[in-house]
């Protein structure tokens, strides 16, 4: 059972124009939602959390919006850069130390 | 500051043989975790430990042992390696987790180790 879902394996946008990913869950007990960056040969990095308490966490160009209700959240990268071109997780928890990891988006920026 | 530093970088194995992959960090964290990645699957939590002396199962335990004898290391074993176990593995740290509200403290990832179980 997939706690964590990322529906699209991969996005492409143009430079400067605004990437969206998305999120979906199905566990009402998570607490903290984040999204991870990974580039190739390379672990995860930390990119933007977000409580369940908020619906909305900025970031310089990165902002990430929690929809409760509907179980879902979204990443937003504007402008959108060459360099932003890289796998994208999304991750929950619900107990102290344990992150739900969705399957990954494979964002492509092309100049 | 190295941060989180896994050994190997790579393996090959044959199935049935052993190994053990090390985890280092040197930020002072408690809290320690052993991820693999798979295609299409993400990350997946094996097993982990919020301090020295324990350890606790995440999502997919079966196949693994670990240990943290030292707070700095948390060790990822394999006793008789099976193809199934071809991954890439990663290993994270972080500072105690709180309760409530207190925000959650991000988990920094070692660049991980490839491993093919032939």
């Known amino acids: 059972d997939q706690q964590v879902k990322q529906n699209s394996p991969s996005l492409s946008v143009q430079e400067g124009r605004i990437s969206i990913l998305n999120c979906d869950y199905t566990n009402s007990m998570f607490d903290y939602f984040l999204w991870y960056k990974k580039y190739p040969a390379e672990g995860p990095t930390f990119l933007i959390s977000i409580s369940s308490i908020k619906d909305k966490n900025e970031d310089g160009r990165f902002t990430v919006f929690l929809n409760k209700s509907a179980k879902h959240l979204s990443l937003h990268i504007v402008p959108s850069q060459p360099g932003d071109s890289a796998v994208y997780f999304c991750a929950a928890s619900a107990v102290r130390g344990k992150l739900i990891f969705g399957q990954g988006t494979e964002l492509s920026v092309k100049p | 500051n190295a941060g989180v530093t896994q050994t190997p970088k790579f393996r090959v194995l044959k199935t049935g043989q052993s190994m053990t992959l090390l985890c280092a960090q040197d930020m002072n964290h408690e809290y320690m975790y052993w991820y693999r990645q798979d295609p299409g699957m993400g990350l997946r939590l094996i097993h982990y430990s919020v301090g020295e002396g324990t350890t606790a199962k995440g999502e997919v335990p079966d196949g693994y042992n670990v240990s943290r004898l030292k707070k700095q290391n948390f060790l990822l074993g394999l006793e008789s390696a099976a193809p199934s176990q071809t991954s890439v593995y990663f290993c994270?740290?972080?500072?105690?987790?709180?309760?409530?509200?207190?925000?959650?403290?991000?988990?920094?990832f070692g660049p991980g180790t490839r491993l093919t179980v032939l």
């Open positions: 994270a740290s972080s500072y105690r987790q709180g309760l409530g509200r207190e925000g959650y403290n991000e988990q920094f």
